[in-house]
């Protein structure tokens, strides 16, 4: 089997970094309160549930799925742009897990946090590309064609102008992008969630996965509601519990399953994906004004994690200064202490 593929890290990638920084500052909309995210500002519920680790293969058994054990866990599903559940878009499933022993990478902290989209792959190859991207973005914001095309939505022109200006240039990016933001689910459960980029799983490169186990879902009436997924969600769960496979696929060729190009997928013929655990919802209210504000107000950084799942790759390194600084400016201008919750306070919430 190959070795472990070795991060490339370009040596201007600091710079792209700072970069992408000031773009994500630059971008966020601080015209409301409470300020939003600048990535996946609506969120359909604060779900509760518990990861259950198994009894593994040794090749497996690495930090978190070292033993087996259980992770209480609280779960953001959102969208990742549109306030409105009706319009295509792409979604998230961020998952929290709480009293999990060991030093991490961000923070001392006894949590552990997973970012997913419900799509395979990312739309930039590394920071360089990162950068272009929100270059254009921040040009439409500024350039006043967008305003000339008053007969269009805002976003609309927006993107038209970032289309014109960047992404005609990139089509493997563009057809990227149109996948990702097409997507209309009709519930946050009906979703394959992906990390889209890679992780280690002890000495191997993985990404991750949770696959909803959708035999368990209850139908739901069709919704001409702007919250559609929110109520998709607390319908789904009101008397019913309901599980997803936590999976992972290791890199087994460097070639073909590059660590610095999350927009290449990474074969499942030549690399299956393994389950490791399972995330059970057992049935809940998760859409309470109190839980709403909990989740509201948490944040999630792919590198609040063990070592042992160090993210890989030039997208994670802009990561973790990018989810640093917006969440920082964020809970300034909120007005809220920027902590790592206790399960005790969680808990407290949905016992209620």
């Given at each position: 089997?190959?070795?472990?593929?070795l991060?490339t890290i370009?040596?201007?990638?600091?710079a792209l970094i700072a970069?992408?920084?000031e773009?994500?500052?630059?971008?966020?909309?601080?015209?409301s309160?409470p300020?939003?995210r600048?990535?996946?500002?609506k969120?359909?519920?604060c779900v509760?549930?518990?990861?259950?680790?198994?009894?593994?293969?040794p090749?497996?058994?690495?930090?978190l799925f070292?033993t087996p054990g259980?992770?209480a866990?609280?779960?953001?599903?959102?969208?990742?742009?549109?306030l409105?559940?009706?319009?295509?878009?792409?979604h998230?499933m961020?998952?929290?897990?709480?009293?999990?022993?060991?030093?991490?990478?961000?923070?001392?902290?006894d949590?552990?946090d997973?970012?997913?989209?419900?799509?395979?792959?990312?739309?930039?190859?590394d920071?360089a590309g990162y950068?272009?991207?929100?270059?254009a973005?921040?040009n439409a914001?500024?350039s006043?064609?967008p305003?000339?095309a008053?007969?269009?939505?805002?976003?609309l022109?927006?993107?038209?102008?970032?289309y014109?200006?960047?992404?005609?240039?990139?089509?493997q990016?563009?057809?990227i992008?149109?996948?990702?933001i097409?997507?209309q689910?009709?519930?946050?459960?009906a979703s394959?969630?992906w990390?889209?980029?890679?992780y280690?799983?002890?000495?191997h490169a993985v990404?991750?996965?949770?696959?909803?186990?959708?035999?368990?879902?209850?139908?739901?009436?069709?919704?001409d509601?702007?919250d559609?997924l929110?109520?998709?969600l607390?319908?789904?769960?009101?008397?019913?519990?309901?599980e997803?496979d936590?999976?992972?696929q290791q890199?087994t060729?460097?070639?073909?399953?590059?660590?610095?190009?999350?927009?290449t997928?990474w074969d499942?013929?030549?690399?299956?994906?393994v389950k490791?655990a399972?995330?059970?919802?057992p049935?809940?209210k998760?859409?309470?004004?109190?839980l709403m504000?909990?989740?509201?107000?948490?944040?999630?950084?792919?590198?609040r994690?063990?070592p042992?799942?160090?993210?890989?790759?030039?997208v994670?390194?802009?990561r973790?200064?990018?989810?640093?600084?917006i969440?920082?400016?964020?809970?300034?201008?909120?007005?809220?202490a920027?902590?790592e919750?206790?399960l005790?306070e969680?808990?407290?919430?949905?016992?209620?």
């Amino acid at each position: 089997m190959p070795e472990l593929a070795l991060e490339t890290i370009p040596p201007n990638e600091p710079a792209l970094i700072a970069r992408l920084v000031e773009q994500n500052l630059a971008l966020l909309d601080t015209s409301s309160r409470p300020v939003r995210r600048g990535q996946h500002p609506k969120h359909h519920g604060c779900v509760h549930g518990e990861l259950v680790v198994g009894e593994l293969e040794p090749r497996l058994r690495h930090g978190l799925f070292a033993t087996p054990g259980r992770y209480a866990a609280v779960i953001r599903f959102s969208n990742g742009a549109s306030l409105d559940d009706r319009k295509g878009d792409a979604h998230g499933m961020a998952l929290k897990l709480f009293n999990v022993p060991g030093q991490k990478l961000l923070e001392p902290c006894d949590t552990h946090d997973f970012i997913l989209i419900d799509h395979p792959v990312f739309f930039a190859r590394d920071c360089a590309g990162y950068v272009e991207l929100f270059d254009a973005l921040l040009n439409a914001k500024q350039s006043i064609l967008p305003k000339l095309a008053f007969f269009l939505p805002r976003m609309l022109a927006e993107m038209g102008h970032v289309y014109l200006s960047h992404l005609h240039k990139h089509p493997q990016e563009m057809a990227i992008m149109r996948a990702m933001i097409g997507k209309q689910p009709a519930s946050p459960m009906a979703s394959t969630y992906w990390s889209t980029t890679p992780y280690l799983l002890g000495p191997h490169a993985v990404r991750w996965s949770l696959v909803p186990r959708t035999a368990m879902l209850k139908p739901v009436a069709p919704s001409d509601s702007p919250d559609k997924l929110r109520l998709a969600l607390a319908q789904q769960l009101a008397g019913s519990d309901f599980e997803f496979d936590f999976m992972a696929q290791q890199q087994t060729n460097a070639e073909s399953m590059p660590i610095e190009d999350p927009r290449t997928e990474w074969d499942d013929k030549e690399s299956p994906w393994v389950k490791l655990a399972t995330l059970r919802l057992p049935a809940q209210k998760p859409d309470t004004p109190e839980l709403m504000e909990f989740c509201e107000n948490l944040s999630f950084n792919v590198w609040r994690c063990l070592p042992q799942h160090r993210p890989l790759g030039g997208v994670n390194r802009a990561r973790r200064a990018i989810y640093e600084s917006i969440t920082r400016r964020r809970h300034e201008l909120n007005g809220t202490a920027m902590r790592e919750p206790r399960l005790e306070e969680f808990q407290r919430l949905w016992q209620a």
